[in-house]
C-alpha cells in the first residue's frame, strides 16, 4: 500500500494543483464578464428611462415619477430606481430603497456639476448592489436632474459558487478516476506476477512439485522468474545428488557421526525435512541487567544437549516456545531465525505464550502435574482443570504453529516430552500423512502411578497420534505397554511392542539418548588447562579432592540427599577435612513453582549449615553456585572434577554423567551416579549409589578417593567407549531408521 501511494501521491497533488490554478482563473474571468454585463445592463436601462424621467423632471409629473419608481418593485431580484431634482433632491424612490433618503451621498453634486454619468459598487444593508447615476439634461444643456438605477449583485455569487462545486465534482471523479487506474496498474503488473510467484514458491518448498506450471511473463519479471526457476531446479538436483551420495556413504563408516547422520538422513528422509518440536528453545535471547543489552543463552536442558547437535548437523525446523524476555526482538515477521545466531544451521520458529497460558500449561500441568507423576520422589502431583485447559490449548497452538509450516508430502514431525502429550493426535487428524514421532525424556510411570492422572484417557489417546514413542529404557517402555493395556481400551502386542488402538499402531521402542561425545573438540575458546588453573586461583583450591556437581535446581535430582551425603563423609572420615570440596553448580528453575521456590530455601540453608559446621580457617566444604551455566562455562569444571556426583532420585537418563565422562579425555576421575537413573543402565562402571542410604552415599565417595588411579582409568575407558558408541548421532540414527523401518516414509 505504501508503495502504491508514493505512486499515486504525486500524480494527485499535481492534479489537485491544476484543478486548483485553472479553477481560480476560471472563477476571476467569469467573475469579471459577470460585472461587465451587469453595468452594460445597468447604463443601457438607465439610459432608456432618460426621455421618461426628462418629460417628469420637466413637467414636474411627480405621480409619473412614482409609477416609474414603482415598476422596479416588482421585479424579481433586488433591482430599484431613483429620480433626483436639479439640486440632487429625490423626487421618486423604490420602495425597497428608501433607507437611500437617509443617506449621505457626497458624489451627488459633482454628477450634477461635472454633468457625468457614475457608476460603481455599493453597499446596501447586507448586500453588495451596483449602481448608476445618470444627468438628465435639458434642451440647452441644462441639467434637470438625475436618474439612477440599482442592480444586485449577488446573483454573481451565486453563479460563482455553482462554477466551484462544477470544478470540484470534476476534480473528484478524475482524482478517483487515477486511483483506480493505478491500481488497477499495479495490481495487474505487479500483485498478480508476485502472488504467482509466491504461490509457486510455497508449492516449491512444500514440495509439491507437481502443482508447479512454468511461468509465461515477460520483461523483467520473466527475468527474475526464470532465474528463481533455474535456482529451484538446482536445489532439486542437488538434493537428489546428495541423498543418492549419502546412501553410498551410509555403507562403509562404523562409528556413528555428524556427517553420517547428515548423509541417513538425505538418503532416507530425501526432500522430507525434519521438524522438532519442544518446550524449551535452544537459543534463548534475554536482557542482561549487569551488561545492559540483550544476550543469547543456552537454557541448561537434557532436550537441548541432545537435540541441539542433530539439528545442527542436518538441518530443519524447531519449534519451541519462545520464553526469553527479550525473543520477540530477534525473530523475523514469521517468528523465525537462523540458529547457532553467529552460524545458522537450522531455523527456530519461536510460539508465544501469554502469562496465564505458561502458568497454566508449563507451570501448571507439566511441571506441577506430568513431572511429579512420573517421578518416584515422593512429591505429590497437583492436577487442576483450570491447568489442563490450558495445556490443552497451547499443545492447539503449537498443532496450529507446525501444521503452517509442513510440506505437502509426508514430512516428520519428532515431538519432544510430556509437555506435548496431546499434540501427536492434533497433527494427525489434520495430517495423517506426516510421521510423527515423541520421545519421552522422562521416565514413564507403573499403570498405578498414572492412574491418579484424572486425565489419563486423553493424554494416551494423544501419545497414540504418534507412529512411533520413545523412552529411554526398556522398563518404561515396559511400564507404557501395560499402562495403555490396563486403562485403555485397546491391544498391546509384546511381540511387536506395539499399541493398537482404533487401527492405528503406535510402535514402543527404547532409545537411550546421548550426548555428542567430542563436546570439547575445538569448542574451547580458552585452554582448558588455564581455565581449570583460573578455577583454582578463584576458589583458592590446592591440592584438595575436587567433587562437582551440576544441576538445575530440581528435587528429583537429590541435591539435598547428596549435601548430606557429604556431611556424613565428613563426619565419618575426618581425615578428609581440608582435603576435600565440593562445588555444585545450581541453575535455579521453575521459580514460580512452590515447591522449587522452597527447595532453593532448603538448600541454601542447608549449605550454610553444613559449611558452618565443618568450616576450619579458610577451608569450607561446599562451594555453591547458584546462578545458570552457560556449556562452555561448565565444561572446565568437569576437567577440574576428580569426582563427579550425580544423585537423582529418579531421573529419565542425566546427561551430565554422560558430558563428565566424555570431558575426562585424561581417563582421569570417577563418577558416582545414582542407581535410579537411565544413566546408570549404561555406564556400569560408574560408582553406582542409592541417594536415599546417606551412608552408603557417604562411603561411595570414600570408594572414589581411595580407588587405584588405574581401576579408576579402565571404568572411565569403558564408560568413554560405551558414550563414543551410543552417541547421539546413533540415537538419532536409531530413531529414524525405525521411524522408516516401520511405514515407508
Ligand atoms: O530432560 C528433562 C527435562 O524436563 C526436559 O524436558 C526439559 O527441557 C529439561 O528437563 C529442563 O526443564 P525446563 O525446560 O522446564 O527448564
Given at each position: 500500500m505504501k508503495r502504491i501511494l508514493l505512486f499515486i501521491l504525486p500524480i494527485l497533488i499535481l492534479v489537485a494543483l491544476g484543478f486548483a490554478v485553472s479553477g481560480v482563473m476560471q472563477a476571476r474571468f467569469t467573475e469579471d464578464k459577470l460585472m461587465d454585463d451587469l453595468k452594460r445592463k445597468a447604463r443601457s436601462v438607465d439610459e432608456g428611462l432618460e426621455l421618461s424621467a426628462k418629460y417628469i423632471l420637466i413637467n414636474n409629473d411627480l405621480k409619473q415619477a412614482n409609477r416609474l419608481v414603482d415598476s422596479?418593485?416588482?421585479?424579481?431580484?433586488l433591482q430599484g430606481c431613483v429620480i433626483y431634482d436639479k439640486d440632487g433632491q429625490?423626487?421618486?424612490?423604490t420602495e425597497r430603497f428608501s433607507d437611500f433618503k437617509q443617506?449621505?451621498?457626497?458624489?451627488l453634486k459633482d454628477i450634477l456639476s461635472s454633468k457625468l454619468p457614475r457608476g460603481a459598487l455599493e453597499k446596501f444593508k447586507e448586500y453588495s448592489v451596483y449602481s448608476y447615476i445618470l444627468p438628465v439634461l435639458n434642451d440647452d444643456e441644462s441639467v434637470l436632474g438625475m436618474v439612477e438605477v440599482v442592480y444586485d449583485t449577488s446573483y454573481m455569487f451565486t453563479t460563482l459558487t455553482e462554477l466551484w462545486r462544477k470544478i470540484s465534482i470534476t476534480s473528484i471523479a478524475l482524482i478517483l478516476l487515477i486511483v483506480l487506474t493505478a491500481l488497477l496498474i499495479q495490481r495487474q503488473i505487479f500483485i498478480i506476477p508476485v502472488r504467482r510467484l509466491t504461490q509457486w514458491f510455497t508449492h516449491f518448498q512444500r514440495g509439491e512439485t507437481d502443482k508447479l506450471r512454468p511461468f509465461a511473463e515477460k520483461g523483467e519479471f520473466g527475468k527474475l522468474i526464470s532465474e528463481v526457476e533455474q535456482v529451484a531446479l538446482s536445489i532439486r538436483v542437488a538434493r537428489r545428488t546428495i541423498s543418492d551420495e549419502a546412501n553410498v556413504r551410509?555403507?562403509?563408516?562404523e562409528l556413528w557421526t555428524e556427517a553420517k547422520l547428515k548423509d541417513l538422513i538425505h538418503a532416507k528422509l530425501g526432500d522430507n525435512s525434519l521438524f522438532v518440536v519442544s518446550n524449551r528453545e535452544p537459543y534463548m535471547h534475554v536482557f542482561d541487567e549487569n551488561l545492559g543489552k540483550e544476550i543469547c543463552i543456552r537454557p541448561a536442558s537434557g532436550v537441548v544437549t541432545a537435540i541441539h547437535p542433530i539439528l545442527s548437523a542436518c538441518g530443519g525446523t524447531w519449534i519451541a516456545?519462545?520464553?526469553?524476555?527479550?525473543?520477540?526482538?530477534?525473530?523475523?515477521?514469521?517468528?523465525k531465525l537462523g540458529v547457532?545466531?553467529?552460524?545458522?544451521r537450522y531455523i527456530l520458529k519461536r510460539v508465544w505464550l501469554n502469562k496465564e497460558e505458561e502458568q497454566g500449561y508449563?507451570?501448571?500441568?507439566?511441571?506441577?502435574?506430568l513431572w511429579p507423576l512420573c517421578h518416584n520422589t515422593h512429591t505429590r502431583p497437583i492436577f487442576k482443570e483450570s491447568d489442563w485447559r490450558m495445556y490443552k490449548e497451547v499443545n492447539q497452538k503449537f498443532a496450529d504453529s507446525i501444521l503452517n509450516e509442513?510440506?505437502?508430502?509426508?514430512p516428520f514431525v519428532f515431538v519432544q516430552d510430556y509437555?506435548?502429550?496431546?499434540l501427536p493426535k492434533m497433527i494427525k487428524d489434520k495430517r495423517p500423512d506426516a510421521k510423527v514421532a515423541l520421545f519421552w525424556h522422562i521416565p514413564w510411570p507403573t499403570p498405578e502411578a498414572f492412574?491418579?492422572?484424572?486425565y489419563q484417557n486423553e493424554i494416551l489417546e494423544g501419545m497414540l497420534g504418534c507412529d512411533l514413542i520413545g523412552f529411554h529404557v526398556q522398563n518404561h517402555c515396559n511400564n507404557f505397554l501395560d499402562t495403555a493395556n490396563r486403562l485403555l481400551e485397546s491391544r498391546v502386542d509384546t511381540e511387536k511392542f506395539s499399541v493398537v488402538r482404533s487401527g492405528k499402531e503406535t510402535f514402543i521402542r527404547a532409545f537411550p539418548i546421548s550426548i555428542n561425545?567430542?563436546?570439547n573438540d575445538g569448542l574451547f575458546k580458552v585452554d582448558p588447562i588455564r581455565q581449570v588453573e583460573k578455577l583454582k586461583k578463584e576458589f583458592e583450591l590446592k591440592d584438595e579432592i575436587i567433587a562437582v556437581g551440576v544441576d538445575r535446581?530440581?528435587?528429583?535430582?537429590g541435591i539435598v540427599e547428596r549435601i548430606l551425603a557429604i556431611d556424613r563423609f565428613l563426619d565419618k572420615y575426618p581425615e578428609y577435612k581440608k582435603k576435600f570440596v565440593f562445588i555444585q553448580l545450581a541453575a535455579p528453575s521453575r521459580t514460580h513453582i512452590k515447591r522449587y521456590h522452597d527447595l532453593i530455601g532448603e538448600i541454601d540453608e542447608l549449605v550454610e549449615k553444613i559449611n558452618w559446621k565443618h568450616i576450619d580457617g579458610n577451608w569450607k566444604p561446599i562451594i555453591y553456585l547458584k546462578k545458570h551455566f552457560s556449556q562452555d562455562d561448565i565444561q572446565p569444571y568437569y576437567r577440574l572434577g576428580d569426582i563427579c556426583i550425580v544423585s537423582s532420585l529418579?531421573?529419565?537418563?542425566?546427561l551430565v554423567a554422560k558430558e563428565y565422562v566424555a570431558e575426562k579425555d585424561d581417563l582421569s576421575g570417577a563418577l558416582i551416579l545414582s542407581?535410579?537413573?537411565?544413566a546408570a543402565r549404561e555406564l556400569t562402571d560408574a560408582i553406582l549409589?542409592?541417594?536415599?542410604s546417606i551412608e552408603e552415599f557417604a562411603d561411595s565417595i570414600k570408594l572414589a578417593i581411595q580407588m587405584p588411579k588405574e581401576e579408576k582409568k579402565r571404568r572411565m575407558e569403558n564408560m568413554r567407549s560405551v558414550i563414543a558408541e551410543n552417541n547421539i548421532y546413533r540415537w538419532a540414527a536409531n530413531i529414524i531408521n525405525e521411524m522408516v523401518a516401520l511405514k515407508k516414509i
Open positions: 422596479f418593485q416588482k421585479r424579481e431580484r429625490i423626487l421618486a424612490i443617506r449621505e451621498r457626497p458624489y551410509l555403507q562403509k563408516n516456545h519462545g520464553s526469553g524476555n527479550s525473543d520477540r526482538k530477534f525473530v523475523n515477521s514469521q517468528d547457532p545466531p553467529e552460524d545458522n508449563y507451570y501448571g500441568f507439566s511441571n506441577e502435574g509442513l510440506p505437502a508430502s509426508s509437555h506435548f502429550t496431546l492412574m491418579i492422572c484424572p561425545p567430542r563436546i535446581i530440581d528435587y528429583t535430582k529418579h531421573d529419565g537418563m542425566n542407581q535410579f537413573t537411565g549409589v542409592n541417594p536415599y
